[in-house]
C-alpha cells in the first residue's frame, strides 16, 4: 500500500544538533541534587515543604513525598515552577521491576524519569514520613560515580520542634533511654531547629545537645521553618571533593569535648594520627568496623581526611553505615600540615578502641 | 557543550550540502536524522521516492502472518497490543509478537509469583539485606537445581541455528525445564511473559523470545532459571548463530573470559567489589564496555537477593565472601558504550549505540578455599565454543 507515500510531504525545520540524544547529554550536565528531609510528625516538614514551594525563590524545585520501603505505587511530585510560582503536579511512578538485578532503585530510577522529563530540575525535595533511620535511603540514593546519574544526594536535613525537643531531653535526664531525635540528628547534615519563637531560653543549650551528638551538622535556627534556601541546599555533603567540607576536616579541631559519657547516647568522637598509613590496612580497619561489626559500637557515619604513604594526595573518607568510600580528592598543600582525621558519630564509641587499632593502619 | 556544536553539521542525505530541513515523517517516527536531513524543500522532493524506503511500513511486520494471539508485549508484560509500538530504536533489531503465555503441569511446585505475577516473599525478605550462609542441606538442593538449569541450557544450545525463532528457544527451555519436575522461573516473574531470556545482538538482556527468526550472523544469549526442590539455579551463555563476524567472536569470547577471571578470585575473605575491578580490567583491556545497570545477585531460596555484586570498577559494593554463600555473577559487555536503553516493553535491555552485547552467567558457592561453579559446564555440554576445543 504505497499511496500515502508517493506525494513528499512539506520538509520541516532542522533544529540544531547541539540536542544530542539523552543517553550522552545527561553526563554533560550537572546532576541534580536531591535533599532528604527527615523528622518527626509535628516537627515542621510540611511547612517546610510548603514555604519551599510557595516562596518566590526563582528556583524550580521538585518535592516528593515519599513512604519508603512501599516499593510498589505511584508518588505525586509538587514542582515549583519559579518565577511565576505555579505549582504544578506531577506523577512519578516507581517501577515495580525486579529490583534486585538492577543496580539503581526504583526510587532513583523514579527521580531520574522526573529528572528528564523536566527541560529544566534545580532540586529535589524528598520527605519521608517518620523515617526513623534514614541510612537505607541513604545507601540507595548514595550512587556510585561510575553510573552517571542525572541525580545526586545532596544532604539530609532534619527538622526539629525546638519546644519538643526540649522536653525530650528533659525527660532524658531521668532515664536510661535517649531522645529519639537523636537517630535523625545523627545522620543530619543540617537541622533546622524549627519553632524557636515557642522557646525563650537557652537555645545555645539545645544547639549543645545537637553538636554533642553530630559535631559537623550545621544548625540553622527558624521560625516557622523560615530559611535561607541558599544556606540548606547545594551542600555537596556526599561529593568527595568538595573543597569547603575538606577544609571543615582539616580545621576540626577536638575543641568539642567528649565529656567521656560511656553511657548508651549517640556522640562524634575525632581520631587524630599525624604519620601516614597504608590504605590497604585502613580498609579492612574500616570493614571490621563497618561490616563484621567485631566490637559493640554501633557506628552511623564517618567523614575524615587520611594521610596516605606514598601518596602526596589527601584522601578524603566517608560512610555511612555500612557503606563507605575513600578517594584522593587533591594534593596536600605545600603549608598544610599531613596528617589523619576522622570524625566517627555513633552509640557506645570508645576513642581508645578506636584510636589504637586506627594506629596499627601506620605500619 | 561543544563549540560550533548550535550550529547544524548534518550534509543534506541527497546531495550532501548543508541542511536546514528535515522529513517530518522521520520526526513523526523518531528514525535517525543522519538520513532525515535535506537542504532544500527540492531536494527532499526529488530524493522522497528514494527516501521514503527509510520509513518501516507500518504493516510490514504485521503482513508476515502471525500466529493467532501473538501480539507485541508491553508495559512490562501486563499489556499486549497488535501494533509494533513507537520508539527510536537505537539498532537494526526490533521487537516480534509473543506467543501466549505456556502452561506448566499443576504437579509442578512454583514460586509464589506463578499465578498473579507479584514475587510476595521476595521483596521484604531480610535477605535482601544479609548475605546467607547456606546449609549443607540447602547447598546440596542448589548442585541440584544447578544442573537441571545447565541440563536446560545446553539443551537450549543445541536448537540454535539460522532460521529457529527466539519462541522456538523458550519452548524448548519450557518444556525440558519441566520434564525434570522443574519450574521455569523468569516465567511471569514481575508478569515476565516468558520462560527465559533470549538477548539477540545489541540486547543487553532481558530480551523477550518472540516470532523473530535468528539470523546467519548474529549472537544470541540464553538466559534460564530453573525452580526445583524449592530453590533457584541461574547461569547463560551467548551463542553464535551460523557465521559470526570477527568482531563478535571477539567480544562474545572476551566475555566469557570476563566471567572466568572474575570466577578465578572468589574465595573466603574476598570483597564483592572486587568482582566489578577484575571484569572491568579484563573488558577495558580489549576496548571493550562494562554495563553497568544491572548486576550479579545472591540467589537460593530467593530468585535475587542480597548481595548486589556490580560488574564495573570503582563501586562501593558492601560485604566480603564468605564460605557458604550463593551468587551469580553475570558480566555484560558491549562492543560500544556501556550505556543502555529500556524498550517500551520495559524488559528488553539493549546498548544506547545500538551496538552488540554479549553475557555470560553462572552460579557460583563459596567453598572454603575458593568457589564450586554450581552451574558449571558438563562433559555432554554441545561444543560450541572454539576456545575450548582442545
Redesign the interface.
Known sequence: ?EDD?DC???????????TS?P??SSS?VSPVGVTVITGYLGAGKSTLVNYILNEQHGKRIAVILNEFGE?IGVERAMINEGQGGALVEEWVEL??????????HSLVQALEQLVQRKDRMDHILLETTGLADPAPLVSVL?L????ESSIRLDSIITVIDAKNFRVQIDEHKNSSSFPEAFHQIAFADVVILNKIDLVKDNLEELEKHIHDANALVTVVRSVRCHVDLNEVFNRQAYGAKNSSHLQDLLDYSKSVPPSLRHDNSISTLCIYEQDPVHLAKVESWL?DLL??NKSSMDIYRCKGILHIHDSDQIHTLQAVR????VVPARKWAEAESRMNKIVVIGRNLDIDVLQNSFSGCKS | ??KG??????PCARCGKP???????C?ELKLP?ENA??CT?DC??TA?SSH?SV?P?P?ALASQQFPEGWRYCLK?GRVRSSQLPRF?WTGPLRPYPISPMRVVPDEIEKPDWALDGIPKI??DSDL?KRVEIKSPELIERMRETCRIAREVLDAAARVIKPGITTDEIDRVVHEETIARGGYPSPLN??FFPKSCCTSVNEIICHGIPDARKLEDGDIVNVDVTVYYKGVHGDLNETYFVGNVDEASKQLVRCTYECLEKAIAIVKPGV?FREVGEIINRHASMSGLSVV????G?GIGEL???AP?I?H?????A???MKAGQTFTIEPMINAG?W?D?LWPD?WTAVT??GKRSAQFEHTLLVTDTGCEVLTARLPSSPDVFPWLKP
Not at chain 1, 555500612?322 to 568510600?325: F, G, K, L, W
Request: proline residues 8%.
Open positions: 500500500m507515500d513528499p510531504p512539506v520538509a520541516v525545520d532542522l533544529p540544531p544538533l547541539a540524544p543517553a550522552t554533560d516499593e517501577a515495580n521491576g525486579c529490583v534486585c538485578c538492577s543496580v539503581k548514595w556510585d560515580d561510575q553510573l570493614e561490616w563484621e555500612e557503606v563507605y568510600e | 557543550m561543544e556544536g548550535s550550529e547544524s553539521s548534518l541542511a536546514q530541513l528535515q522529513c517530518p515523517k520526526v536524522r536531513a535535506f524543500q527532499f522532493r522522497w521514503k520509513h511500513k504493516n512490562r527510536d521476595e521483596p535482601q516473574y514481575h570483597r553497568k545497570s544491572y548486576c545477585h530468585f535475587h537477593c548486589n556490580p564495573y570498577s570503582r563501586n562501593k558492601v560485604g566480603i558504550v550505556n536503553r520495559d544506547a549505540d
